[in-house]
């Protein structure tokens, strides 16, 4: 099964083109995006030699089944998905903030805590807690989108000072932050998971506010098993998690941290099986649905057939 690694798309009417670390952005027009997500896979913010066979099929997968349950509390960019690797969508003007919620103290939260910082992004988190405790209340921890280099974390507070949203698209934000991750946690708990944190981003289209880019997926969000968090957290033993942690392990345990003059190593056949194999579970533990990847031998052939009748059909 052939990777897509590369994309070098020119669909009917294409404008323009961003390849991002995993998904190749497309304008069409004026007002339509087709989003490839790629098999690319990208630890300590680099992106590795080999892609994952159906890594891609699996997060448009995700993506697309949770922007279709989340569509009755905010309108989303998604309009089809016409392959399994392709979501096309409403073309928005995006707002230049990831709104990150986090249920638990855990990842960057823990290492703000563990330094004594109480305050993240303005957010309190209590005295007196430990590794993935649960917050009495999510706190929502935006942070910067940069165009370059990584994003930032930023109190409510300094964007409204610095003008990038005003006070009611500030509030409106928090409050579909709030709404969706609650979804998140209803739907995950269905799973025997627990989400942890995840991260949201919007646009704006004809001045409405939309939810754009992927949702809970393994790429944005940390999940937890349900079943025994209780004892392992009292016996202060490490939870288990469903995300790519392992890869980044993987790579820490062969010499990769990211650092400057670091080459990443090369993941060998039998790790790559692993990993779709992974992420397949995770697919199918996220969603509940059985996985049906598509073996086609010409994965490029095949999205951008499929992408231009899509195109011919509804955008002629």
């Not at 993506?63 to 073309?91: E, K, Q, Y």
């Not at 707002?95 to 305050?119: C, D, F, N, S």
């Not at 998140?184 to 269905?190: L, P």
Request: hydrophobic share 35%; aromatic share 8%.
């Amino acid at each position: 099964m052939k990777s897509i690694q590369k994309t070098d798309f020119q669909f009917s009417r294409q404008t323009k083109s961003y390849h991002g670390k995993v998904r190749d952005m497309h304008t069409i027009g004026e007002d339509l995006m087709v989003a490839v997500v790629s098999d690319r896979i990208s630890a300590f913010d680099v992106v590795m030699p080999r892609g994952i066979p159906f890594k891609g099929q699996v997060l448009n997968g995700v993506a697309t089944h949770f922007l279709d349950a989340v569509s009755d509390i905010v309108p989303t960019w998604n309009i089809a998905s016409p392959d399994p690797n392709v979501t096309v969508g409403h073309r928005c003007e995006p707002i230049r903030l990831e709104m990150v919620i986090r249920g638990y103290l855990t990842g960057h939260a823990w290492r703000q805590y563990k330094a004594g910082h109480r305050l993240l992004c303005g957010a309190p988190m209590p005295e007196g807690m430990k590794e993935h405790d649960r917050f009495p209340t999510p706190i929502v921890t935006p942070a910067t989108k940069a165009e370059q280099g990584h994003d930032e974390d930023i109190a409510p507070q300094v964007i409204l000072e610095r003008g990038i949203v005003s006070q009611e698209l500030w509030t409106e934000l928090e409050q579909l932050t709030r709404a969706l991750f609650q979804r998140g946690t209803d739907m995950a708990a269905k799973q025997g998971l627990i989400l942890v944190d995840t991260k949201y981003e919007f646009g704006l289209r004809n001045g409405q506010v939309m939810l754009i880019d992927e949702i809970h997926t393994p790429d944005s969000s940390r999940y937890f098993y349900a079943d025994g968090y209780e004892a392992r957290q009292a016996a202060g033993e490490p939870q288990r998690q469903l995300s790519k942690e392992f890869v980044r392990e993987w790579l820490m345990e062969h010499g990769f941290m990211g650092l400057e003059g670091q080459t990443p190593p090369v993941m060998d056949d039998a790790f790559l099986a692993t990993v779709t194999q992974r992420y397949v579970e995770l697919y199918e533990k996220i969603t509940g649905r059985a996985f049906e990847g598509d073996h086609h031998p010409d994965p490029l052939d095949r999205v951008n057939k499929a992408v231009e009748a899509w195109l011919a059909q509804h955008h002629a």
